[in-house]
């Protein structure tokens, strides 16, 4: 069986459970669900396990590959995650402005209070702002191997370009063999997450039953326009805007790329973790998209920690919603600050469930809005977070399709360095 499939097996059958759970099965839940929320996290960390040397021995190793100066692709790929998110928060902004989604919630400030309150907003939440300084800082980390064991994965990105660069200075004889041994780590890691990924079913089958059982669907109905809104909004950035630069630009049926990414696409729903998701959409990149592990290598890692369209687009819509509940009447120059924040916070932003929360806080306290409004979100966060996280891994995906794309038309030779991944990875067709 297919690896979309197993992961769609998966889901199904979590879905299923989650109702069961929730209707005939209600006596059981809290044992069951305390086995499946185990479940789920051993397979999340064994995924998350992989991925964070994965990131370091993918980009020296590919750096080392290029067959280019690596600053015009770096350049091209910056360019690329600065516009992407750019358009897609602009998406946001648009749509929260047309739909009006807090206006339309038909909500009196006692509603919101008690919704705030079923809410149960976690403290930590509320106070996830932190300073510029200590932002730069935790760029060059003293300690390097607190910054892997801490999962810094901004400053362990810096440092693997730093040692790709200089990998590329060194004399031939040890510039083939820092080579080797990188291009073997990254084999190394690879088989180890076609391991982890045999347990599949298993594992997204656990994380679905538990969130999907945790979900308060019956809370949400008022949220049902903020997530009309999202959906919307996700869908066109991503169908739209990436579609279009896929064609365009990348000369890539979106549809293929669509196909070709599926896995990945659905493990990013299942698990709402792009960091996680990291192993599988190198996968599908280099095995099925056939993009070279040399420009995957560059494009994916940074990807993954800098560019999030799907989440500084919920993080827009989110203020707006929240700002439009609370009547609070933000003026065209606050929209703009809630854009350009959105845009900054989410780069640099963890692949992890429920990471925009943090940031959203900072938002709506720049922008003279309380930071608890934020529980609102809770209820319908988990969804909701699944969608984004596919977004980010689809948009990362066609960054390394249209640097592959120039890379190939920039220099004949590219097309010969194709730098196969790791053989001993079946393909999973
Ligand atoms: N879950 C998202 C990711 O891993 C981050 C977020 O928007 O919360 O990409």
């Known amino acids: 069986m297919s690896l979309t499939r197993q992961i769609l097996?998966?889901?199904?059958?979590?879905?299923?459970?989650?109702?069961?759970?929730?209707?005939?099965?209600?006596?059981?839940?809290?044992?069951?669900?305390?086995?499946?929320?185990?479940?789920?996290?051993?397979?999340?960390?064994?995924?998350?396990?992989?991925?964070?040397?994965?990131?370091?021995?993918?980009?020296?190793?590919?750096?080392?590959?290029?067959?280019?100066?690596?600053?015009?692709?770096?350049?091209?790929t910056a360019g690329y995650y600065g516009m992407s998110t750019l358009l897609a928060v602009s998406m946001g902004l648009i749509l929260s402005n047309v739909i009006a989604p807090g206006l339309r919630a038909g909500l009196d400030p006692e509603d919101v209070q008690?919704?705030?309150?079923?809410?149960?907003?976690?403290?930590?939440?509320a106070n996830g702002s932190s300073d510029w300084q200590s932002t730069l800082l935790g760029l060059v980390p003293g300690n390097i191997f607190n910054a892997l064991s801490a999962g810094n994965l901004i400053a362990v990105v810096l440092f693997?370009?730093?040692?790709?660069?200089?990998?590329?200075?060194?004399?031939?004889?040890?510039?083939?063999?820092?080579?080797?041994?990188?291009?073997?780590?990254?084999?190394?890691?690879?088989?180890?997450?076609?391991?982890?990924?045999?347990?599949?079913?298993?594992?997204?089958?656990?994380?679905?039953?538990?969130?999907?059982?945790?979900?308060?669907?019956?809370?949400?109905?008022?949220?049902?326009?903020?997530?009309?809104?999202?959906?919307?909004?996700?869908?066109?950035?991503?169908?739209?805007?990436?579609?279009?630069?896929?064609?365009?630009?990348?000369?890539?049926?979106?549809?293929?790329?669509?196909?070709?990414?599926?896995?990945a696409l659905w493990m990013a729903f299942s698990t709402a973790s792009s960091a996680a998701t990291l192993p599988v959409t190198l996968r599908c990149l280099n095995d099925r998209a056939k993009v070279p592990s040399s420009v995957t290598g560059l494009t994916v890692p940074l990807g993954t920690t800098m560019n999030m369209d799907g989440t500084a687009l919920y993080e827009c819509v989110a203020v707006l919603f929240l700002a439009q509940l609370l009547g609070a009447d933000l003026t065209i120059v606050q929209?703009?600050?809630?854009?350009?924040?959105?845009?900054?916070?989410?780069?640099?932003?963890?692949?992890?469930?429920?990471?925009?929360l943090v940031a959203i806080a900072l938002i709506l306290d720049r922008v003279g809005l309380p930071a608890e409004a934020l529980g609102l979100l809770l209820i319908t966060d988990r969804p909701l977070d699944m969608c984004r996280t596919a977004v980010n891994v689809w948009s990362d995906s066609v960054a390394a399709r249209l640097v592959a794309y120039y890379a190939k038309t920039?220099?004949?030779?590219?097309?010969?360095?194709?730098?196969?991944?790791?053989?001993?990875v079946e393909s999973s067709q």
Do not use: C, Y
């Open 9 to 76: 097996l998966g889901l199904g059958l979590g879905l299923v459970a989650a109702a069961l759970l929730s209707g005939p099965l209600a006596p059981w839940q809290d044992a069951a669900l305390s086995i499946t929320g185990v479940t789920g996290s051993l397979f999340l960390n064994a995924l998350k396990m992989v991925a964070v040397p994965l990131i370091a021995t993918t980009l020296i190793a590919g750096l080392g590959k290029l067959e280019q100066a690596p600053g015009r692709l770096g350049a091209l």
């Open 114 to 125: 008690s919704l705030m309150a079923q809410a149960s907003l976690s403290p930590t939440f």
């Open 160 to 263: 693997s370009l730093v040692l790709g660069l200089a990998l590329r200075t060194l004399p031939t004889e040890f510039r083939q063999s820092q080579q080797v041994l990188w291009d073997s780590l990254q084999h190394l890691l690879m088989t180890v997450t076609q391991w982890v990924l045999r347990t599949a079913p298993l594992g997204v089958f656990a994380l679905v039953t538990t969130s999907a059982a945790q979900v308060g669907w019956a809370a949400a109905e008022p949220l049902a326009w903020f997530v009309i809104t999202v959906l919307l909004a996700l869908v066109l950035h991503a169908g739209l805007s990436l579609g279009l630069v896929l064609w365009r630009l990348a000369r890539v049926s979106p549809l293929q790329h669509a196909r070709d990414m599926s896995p």
């Open 335 to 356: 929209q703009l600050l809630v854009l350009f924040l959105a845009l900054a916070t989410s780069t640099g932003m963890a692949g992890i469930p429920a990471a925009s």
């Open 410 to 424: 920039d220099s004949p030779a590219m097309a010969q360095t194709v730098t196969q991944a790791p053989t001993n």
